[in-house]
């Protein structure tokens, strides 16, 4: 007993899930009559000594019991994690002890059995003190009340929320300039409606709309992440521009956003030269990608679900950005085998995706066999459905040792014509690099879900590559 106090003296994290027994096919085995009593144990054992608590995103049952638990014994929590949990209870006592406390507090996508208790964690939002990183994601309470958060945030998610009005955002946005990271992905509820109201008046709701916190956009000097997504206005009814004035950003991401447009997107990255990190997905009034090219310090690109995207584009990209390490095109129908020559011969990549690209064939493992940029070296390649990919692609991939030394991560899910000798091929290359160099060796994780391979090899191939159906 002394030695396991001592263990929990030492640790500062605290995460339940890692207590509990679980099996391949159902959560963790939270109705059992002991699940209660067990988490009280830990919690009480451990509790007095952690400054963060999890419970590992397994959508575990959160008892009043158990909450009260935690309130009485975690007397030092800095850090509370209850994302992808049931709360059965009311948060308040550990919010009454723990709250002016707390630089990280996360209700991600939490499900409350009743609403009530929800609703109480509003009153809260005063009581944050040093509070840097929030997450709110799917709340379903009223959140105007993220005015009354303290100017220590840092960063705050609140995607796919029920209840926020424009007026709400904007005077959060003014009042909040030491934001690094914001994440609407999809947008709040009643931002959306406020679309319909939009269309249906000519105007936007007495609450405010979404232009008048996009707007308001541009106090976030310090924002270096930003997320926005499903968002339902054209490009008519809501201006973009103000976004460009972000100068500090580093990542952007649009998802399902018909607002965004050649014309946006071309004022957006002329003035976003800093930009590292951009991802494009589902973007359907995009007719045109060829403002990506006027990005210099591009790390990764991400595009997806598109017909326009082209070869073009990615020549662009290949030569302005001699950085860019993660390329993902993903269902990007444009997208050939002389794209991929252009990105693996100039740029330095690390990952490349180009999952559901019907374009993409053999010829593109053959390219990136024969490229001769010694700076590009791929440790994860994703092919998942990409129908002409064969066991021809895989095996000139095991005949370079080059590719095959970086490699670590490969997806041919879906990839009928990817079978047993395909893998067969991969693991002899593999088996002959750990021989020569055992030390460094990295087995490889071979994705092959629905494609030509069986079971039947697992245990042949396991020492160099492990299968995942």
């Not at 263990?7 to 890692?18: G, M, P, R």
């Not at 909040?176 to 009643?190: D, S, V, W």
């Not at 020569?436 to 494609?451: D, G, I, K, R």
Request: proline share 3%; hydrophobic share 35%; glycine share 4%.
């Amino acid at each position: 007993m002394t030695s396991s106090c001592q263990a929990y003296a030492e640790a500062d994290k605290l995460d339940i899930s890692e207590f509990l027994s679980s099996t391949n096919s159902e959560y963790y085995q939270q109705d059992n009559l002991n699940f209660e009593p067990l988490v009280k144990g830990v919690v009480k054992r451990g509790g007095p000594y952690v400054k963060e608590i999890t419970f590992g995103c397994r959508w575990l049952k959160i008892s009043q019991g158990i909450i009260d638990h935690i309130a009485q014994h975690c007397q030092q929590l800095r850090r509370i994690d209850m994302g992808c949990t049931i709360i059965n209870g009311s948060l308040t006592p550990i919010l009454e002890k723990a709250v002016y406390r707390l630089t990280f507090f996360s209700l991600e996508e939490a499900s409350w059995v009743e609403d009530k208790h929800a609703s109480q964690i509003r009153a809260y939002m005063s009581q944050f003190k040093v509070i840097k990183n929030l997450n709110l994601r799917k709340a379903m309470f009223d959140l105007n009340v993220i005015t009354d958060l303290p100017s220590t945030l840092q960063s705050l998610d609140i995607s796919g929320t029920k209840q926020l009005s424009g007026n709400a955002l904007a005077e959060f946005f003014k009042t909040h300039t030491n934001l690094k990271e914001f994440k609407m992905n999809p947008i709040p509820h009643a931002l959306k409606m406020s679309y319909v109201y939009l269309l249906n008046n000519g105007e936007d709701p007495e609450e405010g709309g979404l232009q008048i916190a996009i707007d308001e956009i541009t106090n976030l000097e310090k924002l270096e992440l930003l997320d926005l997504g499903y968002i339902p206005h054209d490009a008519y009814s809501l201006n973009l521009h103000p976004i460009s004035h972000l100068k500090n950003l580093k990542s952007l991401q649009f998802e399902a956003c018909d607002c965004l447009t050649l014309a946006s997107l071309q004022v957006l990255l002329t003035e976003m030269q800093d930009l590292e990190n951009l991802i494009l997905i589902n973007c359907v009034k995009l007719g045109d990608y060829s403002p990506l090219g006027l990005l210099k310090n591009l790390k990764q690109l991400h595009v997806e679900k598109t017909i326009q995207v082209c070869d073009q584009d990615l020549e662009a990209v290949a030569f302005s950005n001699v950085n860019l390490e993660i390329l993902k095109l993903r269902k990007c129908f444009n997208i050939t085998n002389k794209g991929v020559r252009h990105a693996v011969s100039r740029c330095p990549l690390t990952e490349l995706d180009l999952s559901m690209c019907e374009n993409i064939d053999d010829n593109s493992l053959e390219i990136i066999v024969e490229s001769s940029n010694k700076k590009c070296k791929i440790r994860t390649l994703a092919l998942n459905t990409c129908s002409n990919i064969t066991g021809k692609g895989l095996e000139k991939l095991a005949s370079c040792p080059k590719v095959m030394s970086s490699l670590r991560s490969l997806d041919v899910t879906r990839n009928k014509y990817v079978d047993n000798n395909s893998i067969i091929s991969l693991h002899g290359a593999l088996l002959e690099q750990k021989s020569t160099n055992p030390a460094s060796f990295e087995p490889l994780t071979c994705y092959v879900s629905h494609s030509g391979v069986s079971p039947d090899i697992e245990e042949f191939v396991k020492e160099t590559v492990t299968l995942v159906f």
